[in-house]
């Protein structure tokens, strides 16, 4: 028995979730946005471990957390297939870029066809930078390559160099060494040293990126704190929560487009 100070105490410091996600979510000051204002409402507090989507992933299987918010659909849905997470909700997008010096060695500048820049890229052996990682966006360019029929890895240590860094450092490395990076547009906006690197592809409906939230189910991992997740979760959801993230903007641009009421899931 306790007594009630110390009980009250020990609720209120209990009274956190572990949200397992993305570094783009983190890089972009998304969190840094949002996460004041649910704590706010609900008096919740959300700890994120952002590392890359795979990672993330494996983490909230592992029982290490009790939400996972992430960008990569197929995995997101094997994840509640495998047994690890209750549902699944669309919660926003943005889409996917690919930045480059002005120079633009491998002549993509203004295209919108990410299949075609890829293999003008590899024609070239102009460097491109990859995450290397196994986050949401490496899983993104790795479709891409594949769609492009280009076996990048293949070059790795050549033109291909793989980080195996989150974006923000990947970011760096590549505007460093001249090289081409696949970015998502909201981590790009929100990077401070772009150099003389801009927005060299975008536009591609394969580029579309998508957001996803699930509850770890506690019947796999009992300590989750479910109710407390949910909440966190239902606020995303909800029109306050879709609101705050439209309206999180770095320069006057709006980084991601809340759709979690657009019927699909």
Request: hydrophobic share 40%; with cysteine; glycine share 10%.
């Amino acid at each position: 028995m306790c007594f009630a100070v110390a009980c009250q105490s020990a609720i209120a410091d209990d009274k956190f979730i572990i949200v397992q996600s993305t570094t783009s979510t983190q890089n972009s000051g998304l969190f840094d946005d949002l996460l004041p204002k649910f704590k706010d409402r609900t008096g919740i507090e959300v700890r994120v471990v952002a590392v890359g989507t795979g990672q993330a992933i494996r983490n909230a299987a592992n029982g290490d957390g009790d939400v996972l918010f992430v960008h990569s659909k197929p995995s997101e849905e094997k994840f509640v297939s495998d047994g690890f997470g209750v549902s699944r909700a669309d919660v926003m997008y943005n889409d996917f870029i690919i930045v480059g010096p002005t120079s633009d060695p491998a002549r993509v500048a203004g295209s919108s066809d990410v299949v075609e820049a890829l293999q003008k890229i590899a024609e070239a052996k102009a460097p491109f930078a990859s995450r290397g990682d196994d986050s949401g966006t490496h899983k993104a360019e790795l479709r891409m390559w594949k769609a492009a029929g280009v076996d990048a890895a293949a070059s790795s240590g050549d033109w291909y160099r793989e980080t195996g860094s989150g974006m923000g450092a990947t970011l760096n490395t590549g505007t460093g060494m001249g090289a081409y990076i696949m970015t998502d547009r909201a981590t790009w906006i929100a990077f401070g040293n772009k150099a003389d690197h801009t927005i060299v592809v975008e536009g591609d409906p394969k580029m579309f990126n998508q957001y996803g939230v699930i509850l770890v189910n506690s019947k796999e991992h009992p300590h989750v704190k479910s109710d407390l997740g949910q909440t966190f979760i239902d606020w995303l959801l909800s029109k306050d929560g879709q609101d705050a993230i439209a309206s999180y903007k770095v320069d006057g641009q709006q980084l991601f487009f809340p759709n979690a009421n657009d019927g699909s899931s």
